[in-house]
């Protein structure tokens, strides 16, 4: 392994297939409607992540804007840390989600100053992961994924489909 300071990891996402096929649901039923909420995951180590739960708020969004309920999302944090057995090292909150089902998967700039807020440093969040998805065609699933971290430009972040455990 290179050990110099230079060098760094490559971040990743991962994003099993079944997680994907759970969000295809809501995103179709939202139209063209934006819709999201948390996402949180499991630290693989070495800077990759797994997207394991998310949450959804499917009523709050417009065409073109949205912006989560935090009560109720945070009752879904809470049951799945019960679901993780508080393990927070190894589960956590990873960062927020949403769908941009008219325009592109990158983040707009209300995007930008949205996760820039919430690492500010003030609500205890170091790093937070943004991902932004639709669905091309009513099935191709299409997103990005964006790290946000205090001080710092938002770093594009390589989001990997995983394959079922079950397949071969």
Request: glycine share 8%; net charge negative.
């Amino acid at each position: 392994m290179n050990t110099c300071p230079q060098a760094k990891l490559e971040m990743q996402i991962l994003l099993p297939k079944d997680v994907v096929r759970k969000l295809r649901a809501p995103m179709l039923r939202a139209g063209r409607r934006e819709i999201g909420g948390m996402i949180m995951g499991e630290d693989l180590g070495d800077q990759r992540f797994r997207i394991v739960d998310f949450s959804v708020d499917a009523v709050s969004g417009t065409r073109s804007n949205f912006v989560r309920n935090a009560a109720q999302h945070d009752q879904a944090l809470a049951a799945f840390f019960d679901r993780t057995g508080a393990d927070y090292e190894r589960f956590n909150y990873l960062g927020e989600w949403h769908t941009h089902p008219s325009f592109s998967v990158h983040p707009s700039l209300q995007d930008v100053h949205a996760m820039q807020d919430l690492v500010d440093g003030s609500g205890g969040v170091r790093f937070a992961f943004l991902l932004i998805a639709r669905l091309r065609w009513h099935w191709w699933f299409e997103a990005s994924t964006h790290l946000f971290v205090q001080g710092h430009v938002p770093t594009p972040v390589d989001l990997i489909l995983e394959p079922d455990m079950l397949e071969p």
